[in-house]
């Protein structure tokens, strides 16, 4: 199973560094013009100098302030503008032939996000938005990703009951627990109570000495901090809902608290109602069009997932489906940027 899973996971990353290359080369070429849009909305997560773990299964959530940085110089250098993501929808709306618009959005609210990246956003004069899940600034939820990292880090195996009886994980090498993560994933995304998933997961993390809460509060901006990051110009931030969680797998009532409960506890920090959501996951498998619906009902300008792709004006006949491209740890290279904008990726994907 570990082999399998590796060697998944490594075909999968040569695909992806082949269609970036490709998609670079034809960009360069004047190929697939039709395919870049008017804009782009970037995805983010971590921002921080990197430190090198031998088992890194979130790497790819995490880019370096100094890729961040390049990232901005390159797309300015093809001519984008950098708009805050609530406006993006007015701008291009009166766009000239030719002009290009960028946003940057970082979800989950990370302490780095004031430390490392509010510096580059504000010396380049870039505005972006934040998106907050208020369970995870006040301590209420933890990261799963996060805490199963660290649980799988410090183990040389692991006994966990997924449903069907206990079985002992194997986490000798960093293959073994990659496999492990990926299990514990499926099943948290994957069944029909994540936060029962999330639980278990949590007291297992406990019953080894780490502290899911703990790592929360050491990632996560506190309140008082996310209204010191309100204060700044460039800055916005917008709802992630309270707890994280997939709101396609909710019921309709509970999904409606999400969302409204969350833009009600970031009103409650900036004193103005958030413009912006972003679903949590953002897949297929996370947000359905009833959760276009209720972002609409619920009055934002704009809601993101993490399908990919890039805008057009028409992009914003459904203003609460909006596609991003992620800026992904694993390909930190600068003409990966301008392949990504292209959208040659995507066209390539959907063929």
């Known amino acids: 199973m570990p082999i399998r899973s590796v060697m998944r996971q490594g075909l999968k990353r040569a695909v992806i560094t082949g269609g970036l290359e490709f998609a670079h080369l034809a960009e360069r070429a004047g190929l697939m013009t039709s395919a870049r849009g008017q804009g782009a909305i970037f995805t983010l997560h971590h921002v921080r100098p990197k430190v090198p773990h031998a088992f890194d299964p979130n790497a790819h959530l995490e880019i370096t302030p100094d890729f961040l940085d390049a990232a901005i110089e390159h797309l300015r250098a093809e001519g984008y503008q950098f708009v805050a993501l609530a406006d993006m929808p007015a701008r291009m709306a009166v ?22 990246a509010q510096p580059v956003f504000t010396r380049q004069k870039v505005p972006f938005t934040v998106f907050v899940a208020p ?23 692991l006994e966990f009951d997924f449903g069907s009886g206990p079985v002992t994980m194997p986490l000798a090498t960093p293959f073994q627990k990659q496999a492990a993560f990926d299990r514990f ?8 109570d994540e936060a029962a998933a999330v639980e278990k997961l949590d007291a297992a993390a406990q019953a080894h ?30 709802a992630h809902t309270v707890s994280h969680r997939a709101l ?40 359905s069009p009833r959760e276009h619906r209720l972002a609409a009902e619920l009055g934002f300008r704009v809601a993101v997932t993490t399908e990919p792709g890039t805008l057009s004006p028409r992009s914003f006949d459904a203003p609460t489906a909006l596609p991003r491209i992620s800026l992904n740890g694993l390909y930190q290279k600068r003409k990966y940027v301008g392949a990504l904008a292209s959208g040659i990726p995507f066209r390539l994907m959907r063929r």
């Open 95 to 116: 766009a000239r032939p030719g002009e290009r618009f960028a946003a940057f959005t970082l979800d989950d609210g990370y302490r780095n996000n004031a430390v490392h």
């Open 135 to 157: 369970g995870l600034s006040c301590g209420t939820h933890g990261l799963w990703w996060e805490t199963l990292a660290e649980l799988l880090r410090a183990l040389p195996h």
């Open 185 to 192: 994933a499926a099943f948290i995304r994957s069944g029909p």
């Open 209 to 238: 000495g780490i502290d899911p809460r703990m790592i929360t509060e050491r990632l996560v901006l506190r309140e008082p901090e996310l209204k010191s990051l309100a204060l700044n110009p460039f800055a916005a931030l917008g």
């Open 248 to 287: 396609a797998m909710l019921g309709d009532g509970e999904a409606r608290r999400e969302m409204a409960e969350s833009a009600e506890r970031v009103a409650a920090l900036t004193g103005r109602p958030p413009e912006a959501f972003a679903y949590p996951y953002g897949d297929r498998a996370a947000v």
